[in-house]
């Protein structure tokens, strides 16, 4: 099944080749304007999150391509485990996320020496503070995260991985070189943090690519453990921690 599917997605991206080539080419001009004095100010208008509106905006370009093209999205891993037993399906949902989500937060201390070495942190008071001991706005962000999450991981999971492992076929461990190149163009894009914030973002691409493996290329679990690693972020923020 999963030979299957890695195919079907190749097949599509190259029927919609264009679009996902519109939709970068989005994403790079909206990321130069949003660092310009003239049209920064936009960006700006959504708090915290109006960094991330360029990627989003070429992604959703993207997906409406993908699905233009005949494009199947259970293929790209938005499917229910159990077809006709919803609540079986978010069990086992709320499970696998649990278990990912203790992956995703302890993992990285193994690495946090490493990281030291790369650099500090670069501060994000400035972007975060409006979010500080405000609650109506972490309420209004939230969601408006949420959906962003899902895009992101729409395309670094369910589409690239699917798409390079098909690329690579012919080598032994084309899923290996899926995974590290989905998560490798997914730290890439955090480089407006720092290196340090690349790295980390790159440790979390692994771990979610794996993921998305053993949990037979579902992406919901996934999905819902980027939410909450970003929410409690958010949460951390709003309380000033």
């Excluded at 499970?95 to 937060?105: D, E, F, P, T, Y």
């Excluded at 690495?111 to 030291?116: I, K, R, T, V």
């Excluded at 109506?136 to 939230?142: A, M, P, T, V």
Aim: proline residues 4%; glycine residues 8%; charged residues 10%.
């Amino acid at each position: 099944m999963s030979v299957l599917q890695s195919q079907a997605v190749y097949e599509t991206v190259k029927r919609a080749k264009l679009w996902f080539s519109t939709g970068s080419l989005v994403a790079v001009i909206l990321v130069v304007a949003k660092n310009t004095s003239s049209f920064g100010y936009w960006f700006n208008l959504l708090p915290v999150l109006g960094s991330t509106l360029p990627y989003t905006i070429g992604i959703v370009i993207m997906l409406h391509g993908f699905r233009l093209k005949k494009g199947h999205l259970p293929d790209t891993g938005l499917r229910l485990p159990y077809e006709g037993n919803k609540w079986r399906s978010l069990c086992w949902i709320l499970g696998l996320s649990i278990l990912v989500l203790i992956a995703r937060v302890s993992i990285p201390f193994l690495f946090n020496p490493l990281l030291e070495v790369v650099g500090p942190r670069l501060s994000t008071i400035e972007r975060m503070q409006p979010l500080v001991g405000n609650l109506s706005l972490l309420l209004s962000l939230l969601p408006i995260m949420w959906f962003v999450v899902f895009f992101e991981e729409w395309l670094f999971r369910g589409v690239l991985i699917g798409y390079f492992e098909h690329q690579f076929r012919e080598f032994k461990f084309s899923i290996v070189i899926a995974i590290v190149l989905s998560s490798l163009i997914f730290g890439l894009l955090h480089f407006g943090n720092g290196a340090r914030s690349m790295l980390s973002s790159l440790l979390g691409g692994l771990i979610y690519g794996i993921a998305f493996i053993l949990t037979k290329r579902n992406l919901w679990p996934v999905y819902l453990t980027h939410c909450m690693v970003n929410s409690l972020g958010f949460l951390s923020v709003y309380l000033n921690n």
